[in-house]
């Protein structure tokens, strides 16, 4: 036969497969040159035709002129126990959808109602190009079912094969053609040579409804075309005026021909990324789009050209300013995946940036509203600081903004960036204020709430032993909450509140972890130093504390985190052997916050959790499977210098210590908005005083003024308590796992830089679907950065953890955290077992600012 009769038949099989009875209506009778090609001849008798379509043995019946006797032929054949595959012919007939007397018939099969040059135009297609096409069937023209089966078979009566086919043979279809064409001229002297300016000029104008001048050369009809397209598809995508500098650029004026410009569009950008945003830049800058004054929100889309995604940044910055925070999480959400975000991983972290400016906003005015409404006792603000949809949610969208912030290259816009830090401020301000008043009037205590003091006595002696006690100087309660997310799915894990010591800091907190707090603690001064005191021991510092613990607790065990994390496994054995309690210190956020670099403090907060839920796993590995996570105090932290009016003067008297949160001494003056207690009112047989701002305040004294401790506010005082059981496993390291890596950088030289991963067809063979990952920056045996996000993949923020499904690249933005790492690898672990699934070959070095 040819090609046109062998798609129409594989069309009608098609049919006969999925309901085994088609009725086929031609009204215009034009494929009845078709049917005759089945039957092997015209219709002689109107008897059923045994018939073959495309491998599908069936019988043919043709209307004749009565639907009666037409369906008396056919009722034997489809009443019977056995499905017998039938098609139903009716030319000259329309179908009547309401009273047709094969109405069962059309029910029990299917009905067919095909259009002759709709079919054979599929087939011409495969080729010749549409505009060749266009003309072989022109639309205003009858053109018989013979005319078209000679051109399908290249008959003299049709026309000669394409010859921009043949020149773009390594193309499909008609875009697939033009988009190599737009973006490259390397075939412009072929097309030249074989005269097919014309044909490529026919396709462009059926295609696009572009009318290109004639007797033009290629690159002029390339760079008009390629303005009319990219020009078209912002004009679909504006809700306002388009630029006056697009006037002079014809429009296309149908339907179909908006859905032809759209689809190239998005061809060249998946096809030929690299070209297209060379091509789209340089089309911007020659219509001075950069300059377009487009209104706020008129963009529904931005992938045609640069300029469109930094004007919806901005604009996503003035309804944060504007604190339409739900508005602009709404513009984020619908511009977060675009082609040019995607593509620049610099772009993608200024997008992050303003999504969590805009959740912390949103946050800082619900939680505003619910801390105006609170009246109940302390208890009562406690528990809606940390029940499961807590206010503690506050603090750690502050801490994600901020150490997010911290690790960008360029900052966000400084007005948006200050509305939400102020929100967030004003939040704390309300919650400690509050807080405070509820706290003096419960008499400086929590009922039914476990105090810091007992930590010791009621959770770590109760473990099971060996056991972890990890002291993590200034970890908020939020920080405890990550933690807890971020540790193994097997683990079993529980977190408890705790109330701190007051006043919230170091040497306090830490003594009123030690074993016998609970039954004697008190805040005491001794010559010219302050610190807990239990039974007859002072304890004003580290030393001091490690000493009355060793004392206290047969087979004790000190690690500093660092030092417990850089142990080689068979030396951490070795050191474990024997140990009952092993007390795990980290300083890492406190050392930080005191020391006045909040930048770094902001860096390294993430870092902290990681290494802590890291140091958990490798106990466990070495046999010490139960641990005890809690902290001395937590912090106040935000992001610049406290304004003036926060600012407070000392109480003056016989000062022992001053801290940016607290007075410890005796006599003085209560400066106005700050509260006064007495040592005795705590519970500590001491003659000292204690002087804090009522809420958020500071004094006017040394420390950071971004960064500090000390008060009674829910952030300072409220401390986690994670119990964790990690079972103990032998950690696999398989030396090739079904990761692969490439875009590895030679050197890190910003603080987020992107590598893209791939999940092999290795694992494919065992059924899996996809798996998660944990991807991690590794120096000296620490983590030293996280993911901050991934493109075109299922991402958790909360534990870093990637979804991989099989052969679909991943690009994830990684976070250097620790600056001070000389080099780092880049690791894959399975976040079920720890098992590392890829660790680069070779360490690469940092070398920020290069």
């Known amino acids: ?69 037409l369906r008396a032929a056919v009722e034997p054949h489809i009443n019977g126990d056995t499905a017998t595959a039938l098609i139903v012919y009716m030319p000259g007939c329309a179908r009547d959808r309401r009273a047709s007397v094969l109405m069962e018939l059309e029910k029990a099969g299917t009905t067919w109602e095909p259009q002759l040059k709709q079919l054979a135009k599929h087939v011409l297609l495969q080729q010749y190009t549409l505009g060749i096409v266009d003309e072989m069937i022109p639309y205003d023209r009858k053109v018989s079912y013979d005319d078209l089966a000679r051109a399908a078979a290249g008959s003299a009566h049709g026309e000669l094969p394409s010859i921009l086919k043949s020149i773009f043979h390594d193309t499909s279809g008609n875009d697939a053609l033009l988009a190599a064409w737009i973006v490259s001229d390397g075939r412009d002297a072929e097309i030249g040579s074989k005269d097919a300016t014309r044909e490529l000029e026919k396709l462009i104008k059926v295609r696009l409804g572009l009318e290109l001048p004639t007797e033009v050369a290629l690159p002029k009809l390339r760079a008009v075309t390629l303005r009319y397209v990219l020009a078209g598809e912002l004009r679909q995508d504006l809700s306002c005026e388009p630029p006056t500098s697009l006037e002079g650029i014809p429009e296309p004026a149908t339907r179909d021909e908006k859905a032809a410009v759209r689809e190239l569009t998005r061809r060249l950008r998946s096809s030929y990324p690299d070209a297209y945003a060379a091509l789209a830049d340089r089309v911007e800058e020659e219509l001075g789009l950069k300059a377009a004054k487009l209104l706020p929100g008129a963009l529904s889309a931005i992938d045609t050209f640069r300029f469109e995604e930094r004007a919806l940044l901005r604009y996503a910055g003035d309804l944060i300013a504007a604190r339409k925070f739900g508005d602009a999480l709404e513009l984020v959400a619908k511009c977060e995946q675009s082609f040019w975000i995607d593509r620049d991983v610099g772009r993608k972290a200024q997008w992050e940036a303003t999504r969590r400016m805009a959740e912390l906003g949103n946050l800082a005015i619900e939680i505003q509203s619910a801390v105006d409404k609170m009246s109940g006792d302390a208890t009562a603000w406690l528990n809606a600081y940390v029940s499961k949809d807590g206010w503690y949610r506050l603090d750690q969208a502050q801490r994600r903004l901020e150490a997010w912030v ?8 400084e007005r948006p960036l200050g509305v939400v830090r102020r929100a967030y401020e004003d939040a704390c301000y309300a919650m400690a204020d509050g ?7 419960a008499g400086w205590t929590i009922a039914g709430m476990l105090h810091q003091t007992r930590v ?92 009355f613990a060793a004392a206290r607790v047969p087979g004790l065990v000190d690690f500093a985190l660092d030092e417990l994390l850089s142990q080689q496994p068979s030396r951490l054995t070795k050191k474990l052997d024997g140990a009952h309690v092993v007390v795990v210190r980290s300083q890492e956020i406190d050392h930080a916050g005191e020391t006045g670099f909040s930048f770094q ?50 109480p003056g ?70 119990t964790v059981r990690t079972k103990a496993r032998e950690s696999a390291r398989p030396s090739a796992g079904p990761i692969t890596v490439t875009a590895l950088p030679e050197a890190v030289t910003n603080r987020i830089f992107s590598v893209t991963f791939t999940f092999g067809e290795k694992q494919m063979i065992l059924g899996a679907i996809g798996i998660q990952v944990r991807p991690l920056l590794m120096a000296a045996g620490k983590q030293v950065g996280t993911v901050g996000l991934a493109v075109d993949a299922q991402f958790d923020r909360a534990t870093g953890c990637v979804e991989l499904v099989p052969n679909r690249p991943v690009t994830v933005a990684f976070l250097l955290t620790d600056e001070s790492a000389p080099s780092v690898r880049v690791v894959v672990q399975d976040p079920a077992t720890d098992a590392e699934l890829y660790r680069s070959p070779n360490d690469i070095p940092v070398r920020l600012g290069v």
């Not at 003085?668 to 001491?686: E, M, Q, W």
């Open 435 to 441: 807080f405070t008043k509820a706290l003096m009037k």
């Open 653 to 722: 008297g016989d000062t022992v210590e001053l801290h940016r949160r607290c007075w410890i001494g005796r006599g003085g003056s209560t400066p106005p908005g700050c509260v006064r207690v007495a040592a005795s009112a705590l519970g500590y047989p001491s003659d000292l005083e204690f002087v804090f701002p009522a809420a958020s305040g500071v004094f006017l004294a040394g420390g950071d003024l971004a960064f500090h401790h000390g008060g009674p506010s829910l952030q300072e005082l409220v401390i986690p308590v994670l």
């Open 456 to 547: 010791f006595s009621e959770v770590v002696s109760e473990r099971p032993k060996p056991v972890a006690y990890f002291l993590v100087d200034a970890m908020r309660f939020e920080m405890g909450v990550d933690l807890a997310e971020r540790l193994p799915k097997s683990s079993e894990v529980a977190i408890r509140v705790a109330v701190g010591a007051l006043p919230s800091i170091t040497p306090i907190g830490m003594a009123a972890l030690m074993p016998g707090a609970s039954s004697s603690f008190s805040v005491v001064a001794q010559g010219e130093k302050l610190g807990g005191r239990i039974e007859d021991s002072f304890l004003p510092d580290l030393a001091s504390r490690k000493k």
């Open 406 to 413: 911290a690790n960008l290259e360029d900052e966000p816009e």
């Open 601 to 650: 403090a902001r860096q390294v907060m993430d870092t902290v959790i990681d290494n802590l839920a890291r140091a958990i796993r490798k106990l466990a590995v070495a046999g010490i499977e139960h641990a005890v996570v809690t902290a001395d105090h937590g912090h106040l932290f935000f992001a610049s210098d406290r304004d003036d009016s926060m600012r407070t003067d000392a």
């Open 1 to 69: 036969m040819h090609p046109l009769h062998d798609y129409v038949a594989k069309q009608l099989a098609d049919k006969l497969k999925s309901r085994w009875v088609v009725v086929w209506y031609d009204e215009r009778s034009e494929f009845q040159s078709f049917v005759n090609e089945m039957r092997g001849g015209a219709r002689e008798t109107g008897e059923l035709v045994a018939i073959t379509v495309n491998g599908i043995a069936t019988r043919l019946a043709e209307y004749a002129g009565s639907m009666f006797e």
